[in-house]
């Protein structure tokens, strides 16, 4: 059974950073694809960023283009999603999803029923 914990989360002030795990276990992290989705309190939950198969397609949000950047360890079957630059605005629950597929190079910062879901970590941003 494919599972995704998250791990990573906690509380920094503006300005700050904090890097994001996505640990994926029952899957090779090279059958699936990964994306990274939030919510804030209020708000839906949105897409962040995603990384394919290969690695060789990320996709971003445009609210954190430049900001974060996401990356993969096969080895390690871990995606990591590193967070500069911080904003009080990317206060929310971060979530990881894995989307077993065939396709190397593609990825997707949107939800679908395929994706499986991880718990959570909360990332706060706050002075």
């Known amino acids: 059974q494919l599972q995704v914990v998250e791990s990573g989360g906690g509380v920094v002030q503006p300005g700050g950073s904090l890097r994001l795990s996505c640990a994926v276990s029952?899957?090779?992290?090279?059958?699936?694809?990964i994306g990274w989705f939030r919510q804030a309190p209020g708000k839906e939950r949105e897409g962040v960023s995603c990384?394919?198969?290969?690695?060789?397609?990320?996709k971003y949000a445009d609210s954190v283009k430049g900001r974060f950047a996401i990356a993969r360890d096969d080895a390690k079957n871990t995606v990591y999603l590193q967070m500069n630059s911080l904003k009080p605005e990317d206060t929310a629950i971060y979530y990881c999803?894995?989307?077993?597929?065939?396709?190397?190079?593609?990825?997707?910062?949107?939800?679908?029923?395929?994706?499986?879901w991880g718990q959570g970590t909360q990332v706060s941003v706050s002075s």
């Open positions: 999803a894995a989307h077993p597929q065939h396709d190397y190079s593609y990825c997707s910062i949107y939800q679908n029923p395929d994706l499986f």
């Open positions: 029952g899957f090779r992290l090279d059958s699936v694809d």
């Open positions: 990384i394919s198969i290969s690695g060789g397609t990320t």
